[in-house]
């Protein structure tokens, strides 16, 4: 199998090398770092009112563990279930058949456009911080209206927008985040790699991460904090077939 960097960059390939032979040391680091607060935020348990009537996971540890604010959330998920379109499953609150108010991608779509205008604002007054953080949840809401990540035009359209927030708050990030074109025997992705502060580049831990079929490369920036801690960089990146990356082939596990 051969790896290969469309964009040239200052890491050469004998360093990211190196830096796999010594990233399980540092895994380990990590994984002792995060461990440390895995009982707060590693739970996926919604809340009573929402274990029934969705047919969606509300994964409110998930979501807040990413950065959400709960409230807002809340809000755009009490709108879906009032909602009085008709249901796809009537005793599926989620499953508004009409795009628009109370549908699931629209809702959720609605509270990223107000997180990203809050963004732009902040970005503007010269508050960096602050805007990195809307922009970062108005990725998370972007992420969750495509969610489960089917292809028709409103959840294609949300994710794009969550791609597009990713970014813009990756250049606020400690080191500005990068996105890498690579390419495995033929097969092309994009990829997300966050750097730490104090580390030289020409020798380093890399970590890989992927999600799986339904958590994007867009929701990893509280574990990209915890590997950094460690010295590590982290290159995250989707599954083939979800996020960035088209439409999957029967050669899934060999590029995966």
């Known amino acids: 199998m051969k790896l290969a960097l469309k964009k040239k960059h200052p890491l050469k390939r004998h360093w990211l090398i190196q830096g796999a032979l010594i990233c399980g040391l540092f895994f380990i680091a990590a994984s002792q770092t995060f461990a440390s607060g895995t009982?707060?935020?590693?739970?996926?348990?919604a809340p009573e009112s929402y274990q029934e009537n969705w047919w969606r996971s509300v994964r409110k540890g998930m979501w807040t563990w990413e950065g959400a604010d709960w409230t807002v959330v809340e809000g755009a998920l009490e709108r879906i279930?009032?909602?009085?379109?008709?249901?796809?499953?009537?005793?599926?609150?989620?499953?508004?058949i009409d795009y628009g108010?109370?549908?699931?991608?629209y809702e959720w779509s609605r509270i990223g456009e107000e997180a990203a205008k809050q963004a732009v604002k902040l970005e503007n007054s010269g508050d960096?911080?602050?805007a990195r953080t809307l922009f970062l949840q108005a990725s998370i809401y972007y992420t969750q209206a495509s969610y489960p990540h089917f292809r028709d035009k409103h959840s294609?359209?949300?994710l794009a927008k969550a791609f597009e927030m990713y970014r813009l708050a990756g250049?606020?990030?400690?080191?500005?985040?990068?996105?890498?074109?690579?390419?495995?025997?033929?097969a092309s992705f994009k990829a997300f790699i966050h750097f730490p502060t104090g580390v030289s580049k020409r020798s380093m831990a890399v970590i890989l991460k992927t999600g799986g079929m339904d958590v994007l490369s867009t929701e990893?920036?509280?574990l990209s904090k915890t590997i950094n801690k460690t010295g590590a960089a982290m290159i995250v990146y989707d599954s083939p077939g979800t996020g960035n990356d088209g439409i999957v082939d029967e050669n899934y596990d060999k590029h995966h």
């Open 156 to 158: 294609r359209a949300a």
């Open 101 to 105: 108010s109370g549908h699931w991608v």
């Open 128 to 130: 960096h911080k602050a």
């Open 220 to 222: 990893f920036y509280p």
């Open 39 to 45: 009982e707060a935020v590693s739970s996926e348990a």
């Open 81 to 96: 279930k009032s909602a009085s379109g008709k249901r796809r499953y009537q005793d599926k609150f989620d499953t508004i």
């Open 171 to 186: 250049q606020y990030f400690s080191v500005p985040m990068e996105q890498w074109e690579m390419e495995v025997d033929g």
